[in-house]
């Protein structure tokens, strides 16, 4: 599913105050019980012709068709009569190459040439390819997933780390070395949540202690996408907001509250330190709007960045806050107690000639 601009909801955001705790701590629990899917937007299927092979064109969608055209061949027995046949315009047929990408062959002037797909759907639409980058598949990973929304040029350590983050790098199960299973490893991390020792785990499962270490710490055998950990219980809530550093906002929808957000105002940023919108929510643009109005916050004299902290496995959010302009800056390792994962640290910087309405993330911008 995929919603369009006429169904995102427009919001009204005002402060938090105590009456709205209860809808806040239900939409926070609801945000760890909701696995939130990740999903690309094609978008309307758009056609332009293909760089350099004129008698094709490519789609947004990543289809590649031949047009009506006349091929003039010299006749077989008289040279100096030539043949036109007029060939119907059609769909190609693409054919994958040996890692899986999809291929059509074009033809012009008499020769054949086999193009990548991925490549003709970014030259058109996105641009020339820049020298050495490679196309990457994001945020799907199926290498024969060629719409333009699901592609970017990069390198070949944006490829990896969009690996890291589909979990298709090499690990688990699907690393050449592993020794254990899945099962087994679920196992693991009970007895690492009983607080077993990891080297009596290790003598039971006959490895070495630091394979147990490095589930523990979440290095190798990372788990599904949803977001970890335990939800803030209402006395967090309470003495965070008792804070006078510390803010929170709701977001309103047909006096419903669908999304709050509780940040921290330093002297030269603003950490985000929890937000949410209501499941039913998700993906109608009200994380955006909220994320908006903090953003509208910065100055270039005074708060000049928003970081936020985002769990490792937590690819919605990493995603949403990416779409918004913030990059990943450091690897935060053990920053849970309750759970063994990593966190990202995300920043968004103030960009000083982009003041007014352009320090809006850039989506916000194009639309
Ligand atoms: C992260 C979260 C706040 C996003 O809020 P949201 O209201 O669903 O996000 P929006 O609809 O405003 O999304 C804005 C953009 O972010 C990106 N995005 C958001 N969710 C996405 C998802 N599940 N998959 C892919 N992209 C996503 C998209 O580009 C989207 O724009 P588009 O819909 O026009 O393509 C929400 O998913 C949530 O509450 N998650 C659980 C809580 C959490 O993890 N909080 C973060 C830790 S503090």
């Known amino acids: 599913m995929k919603l369009d601009n006429e169904t995102k909801c427009k919001v009204h955001i005002r402060w938090m105050d105590d009456a709205d705790l209860p809808e806040v701590l239900a939409i ?10 990740i999903f690309s937007d094609p978008g309307e299927e758009e056609w332009r ?5 004129y008698d094709y064109e490519v789609s947004s969608h990543g289809r590649v068709r031949s047009m009506d055209r006349q091929r003039i061949t010299p006749h077989p027995r008289n040279a100096k009569v030539q043949h036109v046949r007029s060939l119907r315009g059609c769909l190609l047929t693409p054919t994958p190459d040996k890692n899986g990408y999809l291929e059509v062959t074009l033809r012009r002037n008499g020769t054949s040439v086999k193009r990548k797909v991925a490549h003709l759907v970014l030259e058109v639409f996105v641009g020339p390819r820049p020298g ?14 060629n719409c333009v929304s699901n592609l970017r040029w990069g390198n070949a350590k944006d490829n990896r780390r969009d690996q890291d983050i589909h979990k298709t790098s090499p690990v688990g199960e699907r690393h050449w070395n592993a020794r254990l299973s899945q099962e087994q490893v679920d196992k693991i991390r009970r007895r690492l949540l009983r607080g077993d020792r990891q080297v009596d785990i290790a003598a039971d499962m006959c490895v070495r202690p630091q394979v147990i270490n490095h589930i523990a710490k979440g290095r ?21 907001l008792e804070q006078p550093s510390c803010k929170g906002m709701v977001a309103e929808h047909e006096d419903r509250v669908v999304g ?4 921290e105002l330093n002297k030269t940023q603003i950490q985000v330190l929890n937000f949410a919108t209501a499941a039913d929510c998700f993906r109608k643009g009200v994380g955006a709007q909220m994320l908006s109005k903090l953003i509208r916050k910065l100055s270039a004299k005074r708060r000049t960045e928003i970081t936020v ?13 990416r779409d918004a302009g913030f990059r990943v800056v450091s690897i935060l390792r053990d920053e849970y107690d309750e759970t063994p994962e990593d966190a990202y640290l995300m920043r968004y910087r103030f960009r000083p000639k982009q003041t007014g309405h352009q320090t809006l993330p850039p989506k916000e911008l194009a639309r």
């Open 220 to 240: 190798t055998w990372a788990v599904a996408y949803a977001r970890p950990g335990t939800p803030w219980r209402e006395e967090e809530f309470i003495r965070c």
């Open 132 to 145: 050495g980058a490679q196309a990457c598949h994001f945020p799907d990973k199926t290498v024969s997933s």
């Open 28 to 37: 926070e629990a609801d945000s760890f019980e909701t696995e939130c899917p």
């Open 260 to 263: 709050f957000m509780i940040y």
């Open 49 to 53: 012709p293909v760089m350099g092979f």
């Open 309 to 321: 902290k985002i769990c490792e496995t937590n690819l919605p959010a990493q995603l949403f806050f």
